[in-house]
Every structure is written in structure tokens, then in C-alpha cells.
């Protein structure tokens, strides 16, 4: 997989660069890249093999994130939710099933799913609420058995994409039991309503819209078939909650030294010592960053879940969220007033770059939960709020 599907993200990304200001303007979906990501088979990159995807590992899609990033972070973004839907439902194992007491029959749908995906459906992540942001187990939305399958009522924001997906992942807590928090897969269509609320400081195009549930689903929509299962694969894969976000913004701060280059280059600025030194020091960090993701990337692989893995994950979420931010802020320093003007690379990068460390795990959350780690206490119960 690694080289077809990493060199189809490079083909892609000038292409999304291209179009990335317009929508960035206009606050407008990227449709268009999502049509180049269907064709070129990237909705399955996570999907195993025996299924008709890709097959890829965490690595692999951390790769591709970075690439499609360095061409607009807000569609890297998107897609990223729907690599961690697929890439945590294929991350199910035989063993892990049978532990988790997942039925033949939920696995049998949960197939159906990721077959829809390799041939080109794309799932949206409905999960954060006002006032919860994406902490399972503060939501207010709520599901209850019906003949026949699951009602879920209330209400999600910044649900990347929303208005677009074939579907959505949806958290809720059992109305019978607040403490029981399961996800469902629902379909796209009626019962579910598009609020537009998304006008941002930066990642304007990810059309991350408020989204209102009140909708009847099957009962096979319940994902692994079991009731509460959402907090403890939250904690068997903090990666895809966590560190999926952390390749992305690798790419943004990328994005930020190369469009600095360019800049710099055209109005003969390169000479000046001090600019050379902030695209060194720029350079250097971005570098840094992207072999913290790639490490924690490689551990996730060879022993996902395993306490020094997600140290690992939490310490690339935090660096990749600081990198970007600080890395764009002084490129575009170096460039100068002219590039602040909107409608420059420069300027939407760096209100992109300035997103990731707001985005869950926010980067006060993450060195928190490493400070307790180093203390020696559980970062995932220690702290003065829930972590999930």
C-alpha cells in the first residue's frame, strides 16, 4: 500500500492547494477533493485487505495525512475522521471480539461497512457537543432500544463535513443508563439536520456544522453490537482519538515553511540572516515533529494500547499542535506584512496551523495527562476532569 497510496496523496495535494483559498474564503466544502480521494481509492486506505481495501497501518495513514495536509489541512482534516472510523473498526481483531464479547453478527456488519468504504463511502465523526466538547462521557445525546433497532435524539457540534458523508459515527449515552456510552453508525438522510454554524478562525473549508439527531437506525448500527463500548476502545485506541490529528498538523506546519520559501524566494528576502534562521529553526522543529509522530505511528503498530504507546501518542498530539502553531506564526513573521494580506498561503496557513492545539486533546490536556504519566499516576483517572 504504503508507496501507491502516500504517492497518490502527493499527486492530489497541489491539486487541493489550488483550490484551498476559495473555500477557505468562502467558508465552502471541498468537494472536489473528495471526488480526487474517492477516485483515486483513499476511502479505503484503511480498510483490510481481505475486504477490498488498502490495508493500511497507523504509519501508513499518518504518511498519507501529512501529504494531503501539506495541500489543505481542512480536507486532510476531514478525511482523517473518516480514517479513524474505518481504521478502528478494522483494528478489531478476532481476539479482541471475542474479549470485548462482539457478536458473529456485528462483525458480519461491521464488514458490510468497511466493503462500503473501500468502494467508496466516506463516514463522518458526530461526537463533540456544546458544553461536553469530546468528552463520552459528559454527552447529553441519548439512544434507547425500538422495535426493530435504536432511537438516538440530540444534538453534535463540529462535526466535520457534515451535510456530505454517506454517514456518520455517532456517540450517545444509554437513556436507561447515563453511564453506558455506545456509537452507532447512522446513515445519512432523514432524521439527521444540518445546522450551519461553522464560521472559524481557521480550517473554514471542513464544514464542521452542528448536527441534530432524531432518527430511528437498525439494530446492526450499534458498532460491535454491544451496549458501552465507547469508552473502552477510547482507551484500547487513544491513537485514532488522539494522535490521528497530530499527522495532520505535521503537514499544515510543512505547508507553512514551504509557502515561506516561496514567498521569501520571490521577493529576494533569502539573503537576510535572520530570515534564514527562522526558516533553520522552522525546518528543524517541523522535522522534529514529524519523527515524534512517527514514532509514536510505529509503536502503534507493533503494541497498540500498551501504556508507553500512548505516551508516546500524547507527546505527538502536543508537539505537532505547538509546532504548527508556533512554526506558522514565525514563518510568517519572517515573510513580512505582505503576507498577511488575505488570500495568501501564508495567512490561512497559519490561522489553520493555529487550530491544532485546540483540537481534542487540546495541548493543556495533553501535557497534563503527561505530567501525571511522569509522576507516576494514571493520566486516564488522575486528572481533575475526565479525559473521556
Same mark, same amino acid.
Given at each position: 500500500?504504503?508507496?501507491?497510496?502516500?504517492?497518490?496523496?502527493?499527486? $492530489?495535494?497541489?491539486?487541493?492547494?489550488?483550490?484551498?483559498?476559495?473555500?477557505?474564503?468562502?467558508?465552502?466544502?471541498?468537494?472536489?477533493?473528495?471526488?480526487?480521494?474517492?477516485?483515486?481509492?483513499?476511502?479505503?486506505?484503511?480498510?483490510?485487505?481481505?475486504?477490498?481495501?488498502?490495508?493500511?497501518?497507523?504509519?501508513?495513514?499518518?504518511?498519507?495525512?501529512?501529504?494531503?495536509?501539506?495541500?489543505?489541512?481542512?480536507?486532510?482534516?476531514?478525511?482523517?475522521?473518516?480514517? %479513524?472510523?474505518?481504521?478502528?473498526?478494522?483494528?478489531?481483531?478476532?481476539?479482541?471480539?471475542? *474479549?470485548?464479547?462482539?457478536?458473529?453478527?456485528?462483525?458480519?456488519?461491521?464488514?458490510?461497512?468497511?466493503?462500503?468504504?473501500?468502494?467508496?463511502?466516506?463516514?463522518?465523526?458526530?461526537?463533540?457537543?456544546?458544553?461536553?466538547?469530546?468528552?463520552?462521557?459528559?454527552?447529553?445525546?441519548?439512544?434507547?432500544?425500538?422495535?426493530?433497532?435504536?432511537?438516538?435524539?440530540?444534538?453534535?457540534?463540529?462535526?466535520?463535513?457534515?451535510?456530505?458523508?454517506?454517514?456518520?459515527?455517532?456517540?450517545?449515552?444509554?437513556?436507561?443508563?447515563?453511564?453506558?456510552?455506545?456509537?452507532?453508525?447512522?446513515?445519512?438522510?432523514?432524521?439527521?439536520?444540518?445546522?450551519?454554524?461553522?464560521?472559524?478562525?481557521?480550517?473554514?473549508?471542513?464544514? %464542521?456544522?452542528?448536527?441534530?439527531?432524531?432518527?430511528?437506525?437498525?439494530?446492526?448500527?450499534?458498532?460491535?453490537?454491544?451496549?458501552?463500548?465507547?469508552?473502552?476502545?477510547?482507551?484500547?485506541?487513544?491513537?485514532?482519538?488522539?494522535?490521528?490529528?497530530? *499527522?495532520?498538523?505535521?503537514?499544515?506546519?510543512?505547508?507553512?515553511?514551504?509557502?515561506?520559501?516561496?514567498?521569501?524566494? *520571490?521577493?529576494?528576502?533569502?539573503?537576510?540572516?535572520?530570515?534564514?534562521?527562522?526558516?533553520?529553526?522552522?525546518?528543524?522543529?517541523?522535522?522534529?515533529?514529524?519523527?515524534?509522530?512517527?514514532?509514536?505511528?510505529?509503536?502503534?503498530?507493533?503494541?497498540?494500547?500498551?501504556?508507553?504507546?500512548?505516551?508516546?501518542?500524547?507527546? *505527538?498530539?502536543?508537539?505537532?499542535?505547538?509546532?504548527?502553531?508556533?512554526?506558522?506564526? %514565525?514563518?510568517?513573521?519572517?515573510?513580512?506584512? %505582505?503576507?498577511?494580506?488575505?488570500?495568501?498561503?501564508?495567512?490561512?496557513?497559519?490561522?489553520?496551523?493555529?487550530?491544532?492545539? $485546540?483540537?481534542?486533546?487540546?495541548?493543556?490536556?495533553?501535557?497534563?495527562? $503527561?505530567?501525571?504519566?511522569?509522576?507516576?499516576?494514571?493520566?486516564?483517572?488522575?486528572?481533575?476532569?475526565?479525559?473521556?
Amino acid at each position: 500500500m504504503t508507496v501507491n497510496a502516500r504517492e497518490a496523496a502527493r499527486r $492530489l495535494a497541489p491539486r487541493f492547494a489550488a483550490r484551498a483559498a476559495r473555500h477557505d474564503r468562502d467558508g465552502s466544502f471541498p468537494v472536489d477533493d473528495f471526488a480526487d480521494l474517492r477516485e483515486a481509492g483513499l476511502f479505503g486506505l484503511m480498510v483490510p485487505r481481505e475486504l477490498g481495501g488498502a490495508g493500511a497501518t497507523f504509519a501508513e495513514y499518518a504518511a498519507v495525512a501529512t501529504e494531503l495536509a501539506r495541500g489543505n489541512g481542512a480536507t486532510a482534516l476531514v478525511f482523517n475522521m473518516h480514517a %479513524s472510523v474505518t481504521g478502528a473498526l478494522g483494528a478489531v481483531t478476532e481476539e479482541l471480539a471475542e *474479549a470485548l464479547g462482539v457478536p458473529d453478527e456485528a462483525l458480519a456488519a461491521r464488514d458490510r461497512l468497511l466493503r462500503a468504504a473501500a468502494e467508496g463511502a466516506w463516514y463522518a465523526v458526530a461526537m463533540s457537543e456544546r458544553g461536553a466538547g469530546a468528552r463520552l462521557s459528559q454527552l447529553s445525546t441519548v439512544y434507547e432500544p425500538v422495535d426493530g433497532g435504536w432511537h438516538l435524539k440530540g444534538s453534535k457540534t463540529f462535526c466535520s463535513g457534515a451535510g456530505h458523508p454517506d454517514g456518520y459515527l455517532v456517540a450517545a449515552r444509554s437513556a436507561a443508563d447515563q453511564s453506558v456510552v455506545s456509537q452507532f453508525l447512522v446513515p445519512a438522510g432523514a432524521g439527521l439536520t444540518v445546522e450551519p454554524t461553522w464560521d472559524s478562525l481557521g480550517m473554514r473549508a471542513t464544514s %464542521s456544522h452542528d448536527l441534530h439527531l432524531d432518527v430511528t437506525v437498525p439494530a446492526d448500527r450499534l458498532l460491535g453490537g454491544v451496549e458501552g463500548l465507547a469508552l473502552v476502545v477510547a482507551q484500547l485506541m487513544p491513537h485514532w482519538l488522539v494522535a490521528s490529528y497530530a *499527522a495532520v498538523y505535521v503537514g499544515v506546519a510543512r505547508a507553512a515553511v514551504d509557502a515561506a520559501v516561496e514567498h521569501l524566494n *520571490a521577493r529576494d528576502l533569502a539573503g537576510l540572516p535572520a530570515v534564514r534562521a527562522r526558516l533553520g529553526r522552522a525546518d528543524a522543529a517541523v522535522a522534529a515533529a514529524q519523527q515524534v509522530v512517527g514514532e509514536a505511528a510505529r509503536r502503534v503498530d507493533e503494541a497498540p494500547g500498551d501504556a508507553e504507546t500512548n505516551r508516546w501518542v500524547w507527546r *505527538a498530539k502536543l508537539l505537532a499542535g505547538t509546532t504548527a502553531a508556533d512554526v506558522a506564526a %514565525s514563518v510568517l513573521e519572517a515573510a513580512g506584512t %505582505s503576507a498577511t494580506r488575505r488570500g495568501h498561503p501564508l495567512e490561512r496557513l497559519y490561522r489553520d496551523a493555529r487550530c491544532g492545539s $485546540l483540537h481534542p486533546a487540546t495541548s493543556d490536556v495533553c501535557a497534563d495527562w $503527561l505530567g501525571i504519566a511522569v509522576l507516576g499516576g494514571d493520566p486516564d483517572r488522575d486528572g481533575s476532569t475526565p479525559r473521556w
